[in-house]
């Protein structure tokens, strides 16, 4: 066999060049697809996912509905080829299920449902790259993508998944890392700096966990300007294409979002 | 598929396409297709992959139909369910973001009605490739076909076998080189043929004796600098046309939704050329209610060759215009070093 991969060397090194604590590259797509109210598609280096928001519209289902608040929807979806070896997974899959129940309980307290009561908010999550990271990547896209929609929340939702190697921490894994490494996923509101998802499937030290949860409020604060700019990218091009008239001058008059 | 419209609204579009000179609600002609745009090597995860798009707005990328396909080699061993010579398994995926109304129940048949056309016309023995097999006799690859529906704005299947086309033309099998253990006289081990030359025949074979036997127990994947060969037979996949039929004669091509839920009836013509005079009809359908003559299906299918044939062309220079991007950026990149 090849040499043994490190997942971090003692120059500091990840086996893909990183440092430790450094994000992989982000990128972030926010133009409309199809028929959806808001989308967006979002990469973290490999792993890419496409997250597509409709409503708040009226429900398919009534039983489904609340007198009081939305009802937030959550599907899945993930591409037979987003992994190195092909597999087909079916919509009732048990893992795909927990994957949507996961993503809806993050997002339940901070979208404002009870503006909409009756109606039904529909999230539909394609992932079509895996490259480790997918919860973070599919959580960071549907914020972008109910933001896009328009649907009033409470605070962005920035998430980054940090596992620990012996005793150093590192942020945003890739497949190989996740498969050796015990990690957790955090997702945080940036600007109260709450907490709205851990989730670890592996045994991590209490202390490492610690350690880790407050590195995952840091990288959610990064992302948050990330994230933050891209938003803004989008509506100065929005309102540059609805008034053609209008001067481009900064918008030092905008309501700074921090 | 069909999103439903009133009355009026189709007998208006009716009365548009009816008219001479034709209208149509975004002022193309009766024959005219929107944009196409088509990008390979999307998923390099898989090995052979391509994203279309059928009237994609330009400036905001927003709308039209998008479809991502891939394909992934995966070995089968005979004796698991593989064929001899390998096989080719489509499926399609469609995204309940493409389909908002519908219930996920209807999603699924949906997918099931797609993924049998497709399967069934890319399947056919006919546009088998040859170069899917790495141990006659015992092991092969699986070609899997995956098309996911990202969004539908009309046409859908013109959109899926294109798509598959370009995944197709994209993919590349892997080198494999078959290995046979065999135990020397002397000692040693292991000997590597390549192909099926066995220039040592052993003394007990006769003359008469002209099978070509391999005794390969195991393959190796080289290690070359590319990912391997081309699918054998890429030009010879084929493409469909929708024609989109008006009584009494007229027909019209890449309808949208709502023109697709006014001309209820459509008719499949799926065309591979394997030369460049020569044509071959792979598959037909009918689609909705509503009949056609004999004569009106003859002239309906000479005329959706002749779409064909340009659309494939045109797919050709297109994907072929794709592999020189893609090689002289790793080109560009690997000088850059």
């Known amino acids: 066999m090849g040499s043994r991969i490190e997942i971090l060397n003692e120059a500091g090194f990840r086996s893909d060049g990183r440092r430790q604590f450094e994000l992989r590259d982000l990128s972030i797509d926010l133009s409309k697809r199809g028929e959806a109210d808001g989308s967006a598609q979002l990469s973290h280096g490999l792993t890419q996912v496409l997250v597509s928001v409709h409503g708040p519209r009226e429900a398919k289902m009534r039983s489904h509905t609340f007198h009081d608040r939305a009802n937030i929807n959550v599907e899945v979806v993930v591409a037979s080829f987003s992994t190195g070896e092909r597999r087909k997974r079916l919509r009732g899959d048990k893992r795909v299920l927990e994957f949507a129940a996961t993503i809806k309980s993050t997002f339940e307290p901070v979208i404002r449902t009870s503006l909409y009561p009756r109606s039904q908010i529909d999230i539909y999550v394609q992932v079509l790259q895996q490259d480790g990271s997918t919860l973070q990547a599919c959580i960071n896209a549907t914020t972008l993508a109910l933001i896009n929609a328009g649907i009033p929340m409470s605070d962005f939702v920035c998430a980054v998944t940090g596992g620990v190697h012996s005793t150093s921490p590192m942020l945003d894994l890739t497949t190989l890392e996740e498969n050796d490494i015990p990690h957790v996923t955090v997702a945080v509101m940036p600007k109260s700096k709450k907490v709205v998802l851990v989730t670890m499937e592996t045994r991590l030290h209490v202390e490492r966990f610690q350690e880790l949860l407050n590195l995952a409020r840091d990288a959610g604060a990064i992302l948050h300007q990330e994230m933050r700019e891209a938003i803004l990218e989008r509506s100065a091009g929005l309102i540059a294409m609805a008034e053609p008239g209008m001067k481009q001058s900064k918008g030092d008059e905008d309501v700074v979002m921090d | ?337």
């Open chain 2, 1 to 337: 598929m069909a999103s439903s419209i009133s009355k009026a609204e189709s007998a208006y579009i009716q009365v548009g396409l009816a008219s001479t000179p034709p209208h149509r609600l975004d002022g193309r002609a009766l024959n005219d297709f929107r944009t196409i745009s088509l990008e390979t090597g999307v998923a390099p995860l898989a090995n052979g992959s391509a994203r279309l798009s059928i009237g994609r707005n330009p400036h905001d990328n927003s709308g039209g139909t998008e479809i991502l396909a891939a394909t992934k080699l995966e070995v089968e061993t005979i004796e698991d369910g593989g064929a001899d010579g390998g096989r080719v398994v489509c499926t399609v995926t469609c995204s309940p973001a493409a389909y908002p109304h519908l219930s996920s129940n209807a999603l699924e048949d949906l997918q099931h009605d797609l993924t049998i056309v497709v399967h069934q016309t890319l399947s056919h023995p006919s546009l088998h490739p040859d170069n899917l097999k790495i141990i006659p006799g015992k092991k092969s690859w699986l070609l899997s076909l995956d098309l996911v529906i990202l969004s539908d704005a009309g046409n859908i299947y013109d959109a899926l076998f294109m798509a598959a086309r370009a995944a197709l033309w994209d993919t590349k099998v892997p080198k494999t080189r078959f290995i046979e253990y065999k135990a020397k006289k002397t000692g040693s081990t292991s000997k590597e043929k390549d192909g099926m030359d066995v220039d040592e025949t052993p003394a007990t074979t006769s003359g008469f004796d002209t099978r070509q036997l391999t005794n390969a127990t195991d393959f190796e994947l080289l290690d070359y600098w590319d990912e391997g060969d081309v699918l054998d037979g890429r030009e010879l996949w084929p493409v469909c046309i929708t024609l989109n039929l008006l009584p009494p004669a007229a027909h019209f091509l890449d309808a949208t939704q709502v023109e697709e839920a006014a001309a209820l009836l459509k008719i499949l013509a799926i065309f591979a050329f394997p030369a460049v005079q020569s044509s071959r009809l792979q598959g037909m359908h009918m689609l909705g209610p509503g009949e056609v003559t004999s004569t009106q299906m003859k002239t309906l299918i000479k005329e959706a060759e002749i779409h064909a044939r340009e659309l494939s062309s045109a797919l050709n220079s297109k994907v072929k215009d794709e592999d020189v991007r893609r090689n002289q950026k790793a080109a560009d990149s690997f000088s850059r070093r």
